[in-house]
């Protein structure tokens, strides 16, 4: 059995920062790519920014120098810096982890439940 809880949504003006973070717990071997994507209403859900075990680093276009990745493997988390934050990053973000189990060494993608991050302008 494994987990994502996500934290650090909300409302924030426009220009604000915010910080979303996601732990993963449960069975967990190894964690390899770890992602944000986010879905605005009446949009189909993108890929904002992943790190992969090695911490290279992919970001979408939109938010490239403004959004920052980082992981704390110790704590088998993923992080989100939002700053220069813009009513267009207005969505519902979600974390996913592709995540190997101990014994069976089975992979598999999991997901966070998502958090709403909504900017004002």
């Known amino acids: 059995q494994v987990q994502l809880v996500e934290s650090g949504g909300g409302l924030v003006q426009a220009g604000g920062s915010l910080r979303l973070s996601c732990a993963a717990s449960?069975?967990?071997?190894?964690?390899?790519?770890m992602g944000w994507y986010r879905q605005a209403p009446g949009k189909q859900r993108e890929l904002v920014a992943a790190?992969?075990?090695?911490?290279?680093?992919d970001y979408a276009d939109s938010v490239k120098g403004r959004f920052t990745i980082s992981r704390d493997n110790a704590k088998n988390t993923v992080y989100l810096q939002m700053n220069s934050l813009e009513p267009e990053d207005t969505a519902v973000y979600s974390c996913?982890?592709?995540?190997?189990?101990?014994?069976?060494?089975?992979?598999?993608?999991?997901w966070g439940q998502g958090t709403q991050v909504t900017v004002s302008s």
């Open positions: 996913k982890m592709r995540i190997t189990m101990p014994w069976t060494r089975w992979q598999s993608d999991y």
């Open positions: 449960g069975s967990i071997f190894s964690i390899a790519t």
């Open positions: 790190v992969t075990s090695g911490s290279n680093t």
